[in-house]
């Protein structure tokens, strides 16, 4: 019984340094793939001082990003939304465009014109946060963009399906394809949602632990009955 408990309790152990970062500030890139438009992306964050954090896209124009990996351009126009640990809207971005037209920032954090449509639709947020702690990234498909000022609002074009009518349409005409890619950073650490965040990963080592250690004065009681039998 004693073995097994300190079997599991190094099996997870093993598993927290797999999953925990080291806390050390640095940039994280996330690549994926859609079925159709209106999908959702989630990942979360842990920032453990206040700083300045840059989240963007690279797969709609291409690039290379912050970790050095070469990013292929034609992915479809990206959506980034940023909420805080209670569900609240920081900000989002849609990218930018050419030609004069609003907000006509191209080149912004390095994003990039593509060759094929000439539009610079990858999203780019770069954002003073005054509080440690997890945030919310939400990556989603051009003009479904965030419904009210909280996560819980949803987002306009949530189930619509192909709204784009492709999928993978972009705002000027242009076929692209289902793939994207975005960095953040600098942070302590991120992951998909539904990966434990450190804190959570120590407080199941913890209870891990204890009920170990219960196990054990259960097992010592039980010995100590048989003695005095």
């Known amino acids: 019984m004693r073995n097994r408990v300190g079997l599991r309790i190094l099996c ?6 797999a999953v925990t970062p080291g806390f050390s500030a640095s940039f994280f890139s996330f690549s994926g793939n859609f079925t159709q438009d209106d999908e959702h992306a989630v990942f979360t964050f842990t920032l453990g001082a206040p700083g300045t ?19 292929s351009a034609g992915g479809f126009g990206p959506v980034l939304s940023l909420f805080d640990s209670g569900g609240d809207l920081i900000n989002f971005d849609r990218g930018g465009t050419v030609g004069g037209l609003p907000p006509n920032d191209c080149g912004t ?3 990039g014109v593509d060759v ?19 945030y919310t990234v939400v990556l989603t498909e051009q003009d479904n963009t965030p419904n009210g000022p909280t996560l819980a609002d949803g987002f306009a074009l949530d189930g619509t399906g192909n709204f784009t009518g492709g999928p993978f349409i972009d705002a000027g005409g242009f076929q692209r394809n289902s793939f994207y890619h975005f960095t953040v950073g600098p942070v302590d650490s991120a992951q998909p949602e539904g990966i434990p965040e450190p804190g959570t990963a120590a407080l199941a080592l913890g209870a891990l632990i204890l009920g170990g250690v219960t196990a054990r004065k259960r097992l010592w009681s ?8």
């Open 116 to 134: 094929v449509s000439g539009q610079c639709l990858d999203a780019y947020l770069q954002i003073s946060l005054g509080f440690a702690g997890v």
């Open 222 to 229: 039980s010995r100590v009955r048989r003695k005095s039998i």
């Open 109 to 111: 954090g390095g994003r």
């Open 53 to 71: 954090v840059a989240l963007q896209s690279w797969s709609y124009a291409g690039g290379v990003d912050p970790l050095a990996n070469i990013v």
């Open 12 to 17: 997870l152990i093993a598993f927290l340094g």
